[in-house]
């Protein structure tokens, strides 16, 4: 039986874990990325590579001292660094002496044979056929796993900027994350998706509150790992934010298996008169998001991104003229391991209090 572990990027390891234990295998959970775990990914990493890379060797390297001996990751196509990363942890593994094995999964519409082949080496299934069978049967219910996350996670965005007391939206969070992570049917799925509801529900807010709305978009791993992106969400919440992320895991695991979402196709229409071509990553859609969030009226959009990830830099040139036509304030922020929450949350502060003067401004020549 195969030890298998996977790096974190949100709170994927909870449906990902139960999926793999359903395929058949031992699963090692990862430790959720520390300061040590970013030291030891910049230690045995190339100087200019990007933060997650960095984040998600560092994360192998933690678990394969807990036994694992499978590590799990996903591939990328088009002209972005990230499809040979999973090549170079397997060679950097190599030379330090390690022999766990990376097993990479692609597009599966781009070579279904590649990923059936690879599906097999993680199952215990005899054939290939029966192999899909179960992945599909195991896909089905870690999907409705992921589903319920997705929508406790979109919960603790609206409630927290409300809240009375500082704290309790991320306790409830981190317990219905918890609950869904103990569920191994669907219909303890389904009870622990109406628990985690009932107790943001039970959560004591101010409705009347007055709160900013700002749209989080940019690279995917940065803009859904709370790790690498210094927990800007919480940090928003705390100013009175509503947050509204421009991808969920759900949305990011469709596109992947190469079902285009309704937002992904919207944000790539909206990009066009600035950017009509794929750059690689996300940062096409990056542009797109922004002009679907000044089109919905929000006060802001803050967007995030690894230090020298060329799409996103792209993306961020493009957004100075996305932010003047449309007239929506962007802040950009891209992370490395010297980046300091203190100076993050500085920035944000001063972003935030630019959106109250112009809300104010606002709402004063309507009066007039």
């Not at 390891?13 to 040590?36: A, D, Q, R, Y």
């Not at 690879?118 to 992921?146: C, D, G, M, N, Q």
């Not at 950017?275 to 006060?299: C, M, N, S």
């Amino acid at each position: 039986m195969r030890k298998v572990t996977f790096p974190h990027m949100g709170h994927s390891c909870i449906p990902f874990k139960m999926l793999m234990e359903e395929l058949g295998n031992e699963v090692i959970m990862p430790p959720v990325p520390t300061k040590k775990t970013l030291d030891l990914g910049v230690k045995y990493s190339p100087e200019f590579v990007c933060l997650p890379y960095k984040i998600v060797l560092g994360t192998y390297l933690e678990a394969i001292e807990l036994g694992a001996d499978t590590l799990i990751a996903v591939d990328s196509y088009g002209p972005c660094r990230f499809g040979h990363y999973s090549h170079l942890h397997q060679s950097i593994l190599q030379d330090m002496g390690h022999e766990a094995e990376v097993i990479c999964f692609g597009y599966p519409k781009r070579n279904y044979l590649d990923f059936i082949r690879k599906l097999h080496r993680v199952t215990t299934a005899k054939t290939p056929l029966t192999s899909i069978y179960l992945f599909y049967k195991a896909f089905k219910k870690s999907w409705e796993k992921l589903k319920a996350l997705d929508a406790m996670e979109k919960l603790s965005h609206q409630i927290r900027p409300r809240e009375l007391k500082r704290g309790d939206t991320s306790k409830v969070y981190r317990q219905t994350q918890a609950w869904l992570d103990e569920a191994k049917t669907y219909e303890q799925i389904a009870e622990a998706k109406v628990a985690g509801i009932k107790a943001f529900k039970n959560i004591a807010i101010d409705p009347q509150r007055q709160v900013l709305k700002v749209g989080l978009t940019g690279e995917i791993y940065v803009l859904l790992e709370p790790t690498s992106n210094l927990e800007i969400e919480e940090t928003l919440g705390y100013m009175g934010v509503e947050v509204e992320r421009s991808l969920y895991l759900t949305g990011w695991t469709q596109d992947t298996l190469g079902q285009s979402t309704k937002e992904h196709d919207t944000a790539i229409e909206a990009a066009k008169p600035y950017l009509p071509y794929k750059i690689g990553g996300h940062g096409r859609e990056t542009v797109g998001h922004v002009v679907k969030y000044a089109r919905r009226q929000f006060d802001g959009v803050v967007q995030v991104a690894p230090f020298t990830c060329t799409p996103e830099i792209v993306a961020r040139t493009i957004l100075n003229k996305v932010s003047n036509v449309h007239d929506i304030p962007v802040l950009t922020f891209f992370f490395d391991e010297q980046t300091g929450k203190a100076g993050m949350t500085t920035r944000l502060e001063a972003f935030i209090d630019l959106l109250k003067r112009k809300q104010q401004s606002v709402i004063t020549a309507a009066a007039i």
